[in-house]
């Protein structure tokens, strides 16, 4: 059953309750992400997030640790390119204690001495993600295609950025994004949404109420086609990916979108697993599914041996023009249903996951969706909605970037 | 909701109903692994395994492939020392073709031509597997530990033993260990029972119903202390493993050994975490309990820069030396089985989690647990058992082997 209501100060608190769940998985949901960062900001939403664990007036990061410890809880945190979440799932009667540190940390010291320890462990970790290659070609294609769109701007942030920024910058960030109205509070599972809501007004009600400055731009990608080689002669694998403008989150299109890529390169079965993976050709070959506000894209990569790199971007572009100009089969619809709606059954039986998508719904469509509401609209692909999708948002023309020890890459 | 019964040919049949889940986690589990394997087989039970995917008299292995994903099942497959599980999980309408593909690909043909290709993915898988030092220290240091009792025996087996191996030899080893009566059929989630029943008769009433030819040996592992260094110059960590004797997997101990080295190693929040992860004195450091058929053992892991080998060898020795002498506190206990039971409970809030407890439970000691049993156990584990364990199941004289770039461990 959903809950839903809004703090004076404007905090969202929603909640999903479930009598026969086993636990209780709580999320706070900043509205805010790399696209969100103004110039020399780089990298601050996700160096902000590891600074919400180093301690408070009332904790140092060990007593936070140990806090957690305590009372058994599953917790973490995560920064994309639009949102930053924190969260923890404990048994039904720590909820209390839960909500209290997470509410806690939310409102970090943010202390001098911390933000310079913290600056050398986000720099290693810039540094171990730079040497890994399909780290580096996603980024570095990412860049690329989005060009000077807010989607464009990297979550780690560079080496520089980092080194360059103060703590007086993470201070005026967090106040412009951490403000009350730009944060939701989720509950998924077996607890009770009165007590809840009181725990939340406790601990948030007195927290800054400002909106958030700057509301978001909402142009979609731009199509860039085009080849593009990142030659790193050491290397002995080709690492290609591929992207195309797809619907915004909000779309109507964006089940089609999630249909049609499970058809194209899902992991297994997929018309790619057949004709790149199975029959040995490529490492890996898949297509997702994006979904981003305001714009979405189409990401298709694969690794494979150099010499066999041409000839797998021909069958790639193959496969896309018999789906763009073919469509797909009713057999190939059917199955692609009935395994997203098996995914999204199998996932949501954790209340970990049903408080991530009760969250995410909210912040990207302003609204509550049950399971079944997701089951039906899946259920709903049909091959008018994927010829609208294609039509709409043509699998041609992808932005190509192939980083690997190729000097050139010609299909 | 419990059931349980038999077939005519000894096929045991095992079930939890619970009509909450949306979905059903079906699994067959083989009594047999890598300890069942006899001299000139090593590494057959996983080659199997493999095996068992590549097709039937009714399907190739493609038509498996396929047949799996038109159902949106998550399927896979596992091979431990002690036993092998095929398991799947789907929408709770699909259990009668999800049970006709596993019953299926459980009778398989085993063809000459994919044994020979198998055996270059299996070989393959060898090498990908030996390049790891994570891998290749456990795989010789639980050789050196075990020596010639039958859990030392390896799952993978070696290039060379998988090069010899026969098409017959195979065909030997499962008309022996993959009979009726050394198999478990299990569900958990959302079914009927009677149907399932129905079901499981249909499709493997007719299989070969010899007992298994074997009984095990239950002997318990030997205390081997003593420090042995593995040089690989080329690597720039030094990986430890040592090894000591603990309870097996049917001991009323069982739960002491979980609840204690959770205290002294988990992987947050333990004893080891605070000495030498957090301090960043190690990359890792924990301790977890091997649970096994007539024996089991303690298994303590870290890994760090070479120069720091020595020192932090010396503070894993005083830390376990510490709890020998000392015990525990009363908030370590408290704090650990909080963090067990939560994880449990998290864990079993997916069908696949449950149906792999239940059938485990059911190998190992014979009997049915509820997730309350086990959350009752974990609760129950007071000083008193801490030091029983302790007593029975010292922390000294663990064998120690370390594997990187040291010609010499001294401490």
Redesign the interface.
């Known amino acids: 059953m959903f809950h839903q209501t809004t703090l004076p100060n404007g905090l969202q608190i929603l909640g999903e309750t479930n009598s026969?769940?086993?636990?209780v998985a709580l999320g706070f949901f900043v509205r805010t992400g790399a696209r969100d960062e103004v110039a020399g900001e780089s990298g601050v939403s996700h160096f902000l997030e590891h600074m919400v664990f180093k301690g408070t007036e009332r904790r140092d990061a060990?007593q936070v640790?140990?806090d957690f410890?305590?009372?058994?809880?599953?917790n973490n945190a995560f920064t994309s390119e639009e949102m930053t979440c924190y969260h923890a799932?404990?048994?039904p009667e720590?909820v209390p204690q839960a909500l209290d540190i997470l509410a806690d940390i939310l409102r970090p010291s943010l202390r001098e001495n911390d933000f310079q320890t913290e600056k050398k462990v986000i720099k290693d970790e810039i540094a171990r993600y730079e040497v890994r290659p399909d780290w580096s070609v996603y980024d570095q294609s990412r860049k690329r295609f989005f060009g000077d769109h807010p989607l464009g701007q990297s979550i780690l942030g560079t080496r520089e950025s980092i080194d360059a920024l103060a703590r007086e910058q993470m201070l005026d960030y967090f106040r412009r994004r951490y403000a009350a109205g730009n944060i939701v509070a989720v509950a998924a599972g077996n607890f009770e949404w009165d007590a809840f809501v009181n725990l939340v007004r406790e601990h948030c009600g007195e927290w800054n109420g400002a909106k958030a400055a700057m509301p978001r731009q909402k142009a979609e990608a731009p199509r860039r086609p085009g080849l593009h080689t990142i030659p790193r002669e050491k290397l002995n694998q080709e690492y290609v990916m591929m992207w195309a403008p797809a619907p915004p989150a909000d779309s109507p299109l964006r089940y089609a979108a999630h249909v049609l890529t499970s058809i194209i390169g899902d992991y297994?079965?997929s018309r790619l697993y057949w004709a790149l993976v199975?029959p040995g050709l490529a490492d890996s070959a898949d297509i997702s599914y994006i979904d981003a506000d305001g714009a979405g894209a189409f990401l298709l990569s694969f690794s494979c041996q150099p010499e066999s790199a041409a000839q797998n971007l021909a069958t790639v572009r193959r496969v896309l023009d018999e789906v763009q100009t073919k469509g797909v089969t009713d057999d190939e619809l059917r199955?692609a249903r009935?395994?997203?709606?098996?995914?999204e059954?199998?996932g949501?039986?954790?209340?970990?996951r049903r408080m991530l998508a009760v969250g995410r719904d909210w912040l990207y469509l302003n609204q509550y969706r049950t399971?079944d509401d997701e089951l039906a609209a899946v259920d709903a692909v049909d091959q008018k909605a994927i010829r609208d999708l294609l039509a709409r948002y043509p699998l041609r023309d992808l932005m190509t970037v192939a980083l690997g020890p190729l000097d050139r890459l010609e299909a």
């Open positions: 026969s769940a086993l636990s060990i640790n140990r410890d305590k009372i058994g809880a599953d799932a404990v048994l720590y297994t079965g199975d199955v009935t395994r997203l709606a098996a995914r059954v199998r949501n039986e954790r209340t970990h399971l």
